[in-house]
C-alpha cells in the first residue's frame, strides 16, 4: 500500500454498527499518526463518546469517556450524534527564534468530530484530535450558537482510563506550596489529586505523559483518581465552584499524552510546543537568552534582606558590583530583587503595599540604568505581588514603561502566597479568594506576559501558572519556576531538594517547558550562614544542571566570591551557552540519571551535562552525536575519584582529550555528583579551556 493510502486508511477507516437503542448508531472512527504507530480510536454508543489510544498495536488507554457538564442542567456528555467529521494532514517545519531545538518538525494527522445533541435544543460541541508520532492533543470546542448563551463549565468529564496499574510520578495538587513539592513515585492505584504533567511507566517499559498545552482563558488541569487506575479531569474551580466561565465561541487547552519507548524520548518530544499557535509577536529580535547574576542568593542565605536598613541588598553599590562581575565574565543580565518600596514588615500579608514604581532611597534607578548600559549588561527588575494581583494590575502598565525607559531586558514576577488566598473583587465588590492555578489566575499571567511583549521585556515567573508550550506563541515567555527550585537548599526544614530531585525533573515538570531552577552554586556547604542546611550535590553536578535542566535564562546562582577558588570549573559557566541548535537525550531513568547534549545555536561546539542521584554510577556514553571524520577537543569536568556529595563535594578533576564520533566514553558520577563536557571540533578557531595534565580540585 502506498505511504498516502495507508494515511488515509487509517483517517477514514470507519465501523458502523446498528443497535436498537434510542441512538440507533454506535460510529467507531480511527486515526492514526503519520508513521502509524500510535493510533485514536473514537467512539460513540448509545449517544456517549469515548476515545482509547493503542501504541504499536497494544492498547494504553482504554475507553475514557469525553465531554462536559454545564450550568443548568446541561450535559455535553451524553445523547450526541455525529453531524460530520473532517480530517486533515499536516507536516511543517518551524523555527524557534530560540529553545533548545531549533528546528521542529510539526507531523500529525487531525480527525474533527462536529457533534450535536439529539434532544431539543441541539446544543453543538466539536471534538479534535490531533494525533503525532509521540503523542496525542485533543480538544474541545465550543462553537458560537443560539442554543447556548454563554459557557459555563461546572466540570470536565474526560477520563484517562490506563490499560495498566502504571508506576506514577508526581506531585499533589492543591497543596498549600504550590507546584513546590518533591516527587513522589507510586502506582496510579495508590493516588489522589495530582499535578501535570504526570509521568507514567507501563509495566512492558512503554513511558507515558498527561499534561495539556495552549492553557488560555480556561482553568488548569489537575488529575484526580476514580477506579483502580483512572484518572480524570478534576479542573481548577473559581471560588464560587464553578471551573470555567467564558463568552463563546471558546475552546478547552489540549489534553495531551505524550508516548514514548523510553524515558529520554519523553524528553526529545516537541508534542506540547507544536500544539501551540505559532509566535504573535513579529520581531522577536530583542529577546535574548542569556545567562544572569542578581541579588538573590545572598539573601536567601540571609546576608542581606528584601526590605530596607542596614541589611539591605538591593543598593546602588552592591548592585554594581554585581554588574561589574556580568560584565567581566560576559553574563547578559543582573538581577535586582528587594530594589522597591513596599518590603518592609510581613510583605506577604501585606503585598497591597507594594509600589513597583518607587525605589527605596539607597537605590538609585537611573544611575544603574546607566551604568549597566556602559557595561554592556542588561538589568532585570523584580515585580513581587505577594498574590496581591489587584493591586499589580492597577500598577502594571507604569512598572512596565519604568522598566522599559531604563532600558531592562527583563521582568521577573513572583507570586508568593499558599494555599487559595489569591483576593478577586467579584460583581458585587466582595472580596473573594482564588487558588494560582485557576482561570482568574491563569487570564492574569496572561495579561502579564502580553503587556511584556508591548514594552519589550522578557518575563521570568516565580509561583507561576504551569508552562504548556505558550513560549512558542509568546517567546518573551522565557522561563518560570513551578517546581522546587535551589533556595529550598538555603533554608528548607526538610533538608532541601534530595540528590534524586533533579533527576526527576527533566522526565516531569521540564516536560511542560523551560524551568528557573537558579544553578551554579559553588559554595555548596555555607557553614558560616545556614548551618543547618547545604546543596546536596556535588560541585560538578551544578555545572551540569546548566546543560541538564534547560532555561533560556540561566542564573549564575552563588555570590561572585565563591567562584574565584575555582576558576577552572568556574570557566565551564562562562562557556556554557543556553540558546542551542540540537538536543540528545543520550540515557536517562527516572529519578536515577540522565545524560543530555546539546548543541550550541549556531556553532559547531556541543556541551553534556550528566547527572546521578545519591547512586555512584559509570555510564558508557557514545558520541555519535558528533560529527564523523572529525575530532573535538573534549573539556572534561567532573567529579574526582573520592568526591561525595555528602563527604568531599568539591572535590572535582578538569581534564582535557580528543574524541570523535567513534568514541565511548565512560563517564563516572559519584553519589549525588554529575559531569560536565564541552566539545570543541579541533578544526575551527577557539581558545581552550585548560590545558596541562589533569589536577585534582579540593
Not at 445533541?117 to 466539536?126: F, G
Not at 507604569?398 to 483576593?423: E, P, W
Not at 517547558?513 to 544553578?519: H, K, L
Request: glycine share 8%; hydrophobic share 35%; aromatic share 12%.
Amino acid at each position: 500500500m502506498k505511504k498516502r493510502s495507508k494515511i488515509f486508511y487509517y483517517l477514514f477507516s470507519t465501523l458502523i454498527a446498528f443497535t436498537s437503542s434510542t441512538f440507533s448508531v454506535a460510529e467507531e472512527i480511527r486515526v492514526a499518526s503519520p508513521r502509524g504507530t500510535l493510533e485514536v480510536v473514537f467512539d460513540l454508543q448509545g449517544g456517549i463518546p469515548t476515545y482509547s489510544v493503542e501504541y504499536q498495536g497494544k492498547k494504553l488507554i482504554d475507553a475514557s469517556k469525553l465531554g462536559v457538564s454545564l450550568a443548568d442542567g446541561v450535559e455535553l456528555d451524553k445523547g450526541l450524534e455525529i453531524v460530520s467529521t473532517d480530517t486533515a494532514s499536516h507536516h511543517a517545519t518551524w523555527t524557534q527564534p530560540w529553545g533548545e531545538q531549533k528546528e521542529i518538525l510539526n507531523s500529525y494527522n487531525e480527525l474533527r468530530i462536529n457533534l450535536r445533541q439529539q434532544d431539543s435544543p441541539a446544543r453543538e460541541m466539536k471534538i479534535v484530535f490531533r494525533v503525532f508520532d509521540d503523542g496525542v492533543g485533543f480538544r474541545y470546542e465550543w462553537p458560537e450558537q443560539p442554543q447556548l448563551s454563554s459557557l459555563v463549565i461546572l466540570d470536565e468529564l474526560t477520563e484517562f482510563n490506563l490499560v495498566d496499574d502504571c508506576s506514577a510520578w508526581w506531585i499533589p495538587a492543591f497543596g498549600n506550596d504550590r507546584y513546590e513539592y518533591l516527587y513522589q513515585n507510586n502506582p496510579v492505584s495508590k493516588l489522589e489529586k495530582v499535578q501535570t504533567p504526570l509521568a507514567l511507566s507501563t509495566p512492558d517499559g512503554v513511558y507515558l505523559s498527561i499534561h495539556e498545552a495552549a492553557l488560555v482563558g480556561f482553568a488548569s488541569m489537575t488529575l484526580a483518581r476514580e477506579g483502580e487506575h483512572s484518572l480524570k479531569a478534576d479542573l481548577v474551580p473559581w471560588s464560587d465552584g464553578i471551573k470555567v466561565k467564558a463568552d463563546l465561541p471558546h475552546h478547552s487547552p489540549w489534553r495531551t499524552i505524550q508516548v514514548a519507548d523510553s524515558a529520554g524520548d519523553l524528553i526529545a518530544s516537541y508534542l506540547i510546543l507544536n500544539l501551540n499557535e505559532p509566535s504573535k509577536i513579529k520581531d522577536t529580535s530583542w529577546i535574548k537568552p542569556c545567562k544572569y547574576v542578581g541579588i538573590w542568593w545572598e539573601m536567601h542565605l540571609g546576608r542581606s534582606t528584601w526590605g530596607s536598613g542596614e541589611l539591605h541588598g538591593a543598593t546602588t553599590e552592591n548592585v554594581r558590583r554585581f554588574i561589574d562581575f556580568a560584565s567581566k565574565y560576559g553574563f547578559g543580565g543582573v538581577l535586582v530583587e528587594g530594589w522597591n518600596q513596599g518590603w518592609d514588615g510581613d510583605w506577604i500579608a501585606n503585598g497591597d503595599g507594594f509600589s513597583f514604581t518607587e525605589a527605596y532611597p539607597d537605590f538609585d534607578m537611573e544611575a544603574l540604568a546607566n551604568y549597566a548600559k556602559e557595561k554592556k549588561v542588561s538589568l532585570i527588575g523584580h515585580h513581587e505581588t505577594a498574590g496581591a494581583v489587584l493591586n499589580y494590575e492597577d500598577q502594571m502598565k507604569d512598572a512596565m514603561d519604568l522598566y522599559q525607559r531604563f532600558g531592562y531586558g527583563g521582568v521577573k514576577t513572583g507570586y508568593v502566597n499558599y494555599g487559595q488566598n489569591i483576593k478577586r473583587l467579584d460583581e458585587n465588590g466582595e472580596e473573594c479568594r482564588e487558588w494560582h492555578h485557576g482561570q482568574f489566575m491563569v487570564e492574569h499571567y496572561q495579561r502579564v506576559v502580553e503587556e511584556a511583549a508591548k514594552h519589550h521585556l522578557m518575563v521570568d515567573v516565580h509561583e507561576p501558572i504551569k508552562d504548556t508550550g505558550l513560549r512558542r506563541t509568546y517567546p518573551n515567555m522565557m522561563t518560570r519556576e513551578g517546581a522546587r527550585g535551589q533556595e529550598y537548599d538555603a533554608w528548607a526544614a526538610d533538608g532541601g531538594n534530595p540528590p534524586d530531585h533533579t533527576t526527576i525533573l527533566p522526565f516531569t515538570r521540564l516536560l511542560s517547558g523551560p524551568m528557573d531552577y537558579t544553578p551554579g552554586i559553588f559554595d555548596l556547604l555555607f557553614e558560616e550562614d545556614r548551618p543547618d542546611n547545604r546543596v546536596n550535590s556535588t560541585l560538578c553536578k551544578q555545572l551540569a544542571l546548566y546543560v541538564v535542566l534547560y532555561s533560556p535564562l540561566q542564573m549564575v546562582a552563588d555570590l561572585p566570591e565563591n567562584y574565584e577558588p575555582h576558576m577552572d570549573a568556574f570557566q565551564f559557566i562562562v562557556d556554557v551557552p543556553t540558546d542551542w541548535e540540537e538536543t540528545r537525550v543520550l540515557n536517562g531513568s527516572i529519578g536515577d540519571y540522565v545524560t543530555i547534549a546539546r548543541k550550541r545555536r549556531d556553532g559547531q561546539d556541543w556541551y553534556l551535562g550528566s547527572i546521578t542521584d545519591d547512586v555512584q554510577r559509570t555510564l558508557e556514553v557514545p558520541l555519535t552525536f558528533l560529527d564523523a571524520d572529525r575530532t573535538y577537543l573534549a573539556t572534561i569536568y567532573r567529579d574526582a575519584e573520592d568526591a561525595d556529595w555528602k563527604t568531599k563535594p568539591t572535590n572535582y578533576v578538569v581534564e582535557q582529550k580528543k574524541v570523535t564520533s567513534e568514541t565511548i566514553l565512560p563517564i563516572r558520577l559519584a553519589a549525588g555528583g554529575g559531569q560536565a563536557i564541552s566539545f570543541h571540533p579541533q578544526d575551527s578557531q577557539r581558545i581552550s579551556h585548560q590545558s596541562g595534565s589533569p589536577v585534582p580540585k579540593k
